[in-house]
């Protein structure tokens, strides 16, 4: 048998301002707070009724100003940036959906569904619904939740307690790491009880554990080391590496101008799509130049609208009709490219060529797909998303995308493409391709390359009708043409290791450097650290908010 919770202690006043801190953090995270005061009730800081209170009342309010929010402000305040972290509008599609369907029933079942609440109440309050039937929702599901969790996280904490005697010195450590013990099950392992619960847990796994899918800064922390190896230590001149392209500013590091680039690339031709810059400006403003060049290049739907600056396909959009159009250009008002649509298969193609060298050299070629579904004709377009093996990795991207579409039944045999955009982390597959490298498409890059004076190293992203036109250099439409930062993106391949990503994109470092160091010696000069670093966030500062 266990001990009975301790009883409380303390003054009313710590007890009234322990309970004030349980409901004011149940606006930061309920069931950390939760449980918190389950742990407290057990070490006899506080009464089981008094912790119960504390948290009910605090997830109570917090259930009404969700509402509030929804019911006075709704669609407009999704568009802010900062309310992506409070709630995404596509949860609130999804709720609104749900709502429909079950009611106020719902709103209670959503109590014991975290990560789930948020954005049913939001979507409640948006739909202006009863105010006092909701209500009367919040007390049920507050009052149903809250003692249950409660009285499990004291019940825990009490036969931690029943060890205190004889192991004193780790009772706090072992209620924390019961608190933690308990948030994990709630938030991990609740969702086991459900398949889309479990496709999304398995996606998560799979982007933990496999290295392609890792943020940047996680995957090139031994390629930054390994960078200030060369600049301070090897080299002795960090900045060296800025050199690498002298036509860009910073060599591409950061804050290249697409319009820019096309403007270097002038003299390749018809292997650059038809494109026109949009100046910065009023939506009105940028919508009309949008119009004009539309007239002027002889363009019909689907077109290309991306930001003038930009990483990692940030912003770039397939316009399919004018409206589209509209939307896009309200987002931002930064300069921004409109590019013909070019259709075929597309690839990354990396270039180097070191100064003084006759013909330059592909480096590395990349298999550009995109994930597709198949309809059945029973199940709806966002089950087959959690269905599909690679799809569940990149959930959030594609029911993002798909967000007007998930209800839909596809025919038996339709096939959805899933992404539209050659970028990895926007949901494109990448396949090592070289293989593809031959003599021609060496001639052909090369020739290209050379039409922009001062351009040595950096990645071609192309277009091709097909394989065949790739190995023959010939049908080249060139989408984009990325400087030093870009990488040998075949090291996405599954097949890759992280070790052989890193000793790839170290050597793409060390070639950087040693094509600086041949500029350098030309009587070029690297810029001074304190001007680096300044234009650096004023660029990071530009394309805040592009996704």
């Known amino acids: 048998m266990g001990a009975d919770p301790v009883p409380a202690a303390g003054t009313w006043t710590d007890r009234l ?5 349980i409901a004011v953090g149940t606006l930061a995270s309920e069931d950390l707070s939760t449980i918190g005061a389950g742990l407290l009730a057990a070490s006899g800081k506080l009464e089981y009724w008094e912790a119960v209170v504390a948290a009910c009342s605090g997830i109570f309010v917090g259930d009404l100003i969700i509402f509030g929010l929804g019911y006075y402000f709704g669609r ?14 596509r949860a609130v599609n999804h709720a609104q959906t749900l709502f429909h369907r079950h009611g106020i029933w719902i709103i209670i079942a959503t109590r014991f569904i975290p990560g789930t609440r948020s954005a049913t109440y939001f979507a409640g309050g948006a739909l202006h619904a009863p105010f006092v039937r909701f209500v009367g929702a919040f007390a049920i599901a507050a009052a149903l939740w809250t003692p249950f969790l409660v009285g499990l996280s004291c019940l825990v904490g009490s036969r931690l307690l029943e060890l205190y005697e004889h192991y004193e010195g780790l009772a706090l450590p072992a209620l924390l790491a019961a608190g933690l013990l308990l948030y994990i099950i709630f938030h991990y392992g609740i969702p086991l009880f459900t398949w889309k619960g479990r496709r999304r847990l398995k996606g998560k796994w799979i982007r933990a554990m496999r290295w392609e899918y890792w943020p940047w800064w996680q995957v090139n922390w031994l390629v930054f080391l390994y960078a200030l190896y060369l600049g301070f230590l090897r080299y002795r001149r960090p900045l060296l590496f800025t050199l690498c392209n ?13 319009s820019d680039i096309l403007k270097g690339l002038a003299g390749a031709g018809e292997a650059v799509p038809r494109w026109a810059s949009l100046p910065p400006g009023t939506a009105e403003e940028r919508l009309a130049a949008f119009d004009r060049a539309m007239d002027r290049l002889g363009l019909a739907y ?21 409206d589209e159009a509209v939307d896009w250009l309200k987002q931002s008002s930064l300069k921004a490219i409109l590019m013909e649509f070019v259709g075929g298969r597309e690839y990354g193609v990396f270039y180097v060529r070191h100064p003084g060298e006759a013909t330059g050299r592909i480096t590395s070629v990349t298999i550009k797909e ?10 709806d377009l966002e089950t087959l998303i959690f269905k599909h093996p690679r799809a569940i990795v990149l959930l959030s991207t594609f029911l993002n995308r798909f967000e007007d579409q998930l209800d839909r039944i596809p025919k038996e045999g339709e096939i959805i493409p899933l992404g539209e955009l050659g970028t990895h982390s926007r949901g494109a597959v990448f396949r090592d391709g070289r293989h593809l490298i031959t003599r021609e498409l060496t001639g052909a890059v090369d020739a290209l390359a050379r039409t922009w004076e001062g351009f040595f190293f950096g990645r071609f992203d192309f277009k091709v009708p097909d394989e065949d036109a790739l190995r023959a250099g010939r049908f080249l439409k060139i989408l984009e043409l990325n400087g030093l930062t870009s990488e040998e993106t075949h090291i996405y391949d599954a097949r890759h290791s992280l070790f052989y990503a890193w000793g790839t994109l170290c050597r793409q470092w060390r070639t950087a450097f040693e094509i600086g160091e041949a500029n350098a010696a030309t009587g070029l000069h690297p810029p001074a650290i304190r001007r680096f670093v300044s234009d650096f966030f004023k660029a990071l500062r530009r394309q805040r908010g592009l996704k």
Do not use: Y
């Open 17 to 21: 301002l322990l309970m004030l801190g």
């Open 76 to 89: 407009p305040l999704l568009r802010h940036r900062w309310a992506r972290w409070f709630v995404s509008e």
């Open 246 to 258: 002298p036509c860009m500013p910073h060599g591409g590091f950061l804050g290249e101008s697409k």
């Open 302 to 322: 689907p077109v290309v609208l991306k930001p003038d600056e930009g990483q990692r396909g940030a912003g770039i959009a397939i316009i399919k009709a004018r």
């Open 370 to 379: 995109q994930v597709t579904v198949t309809g059945n004709g029973r199940d």
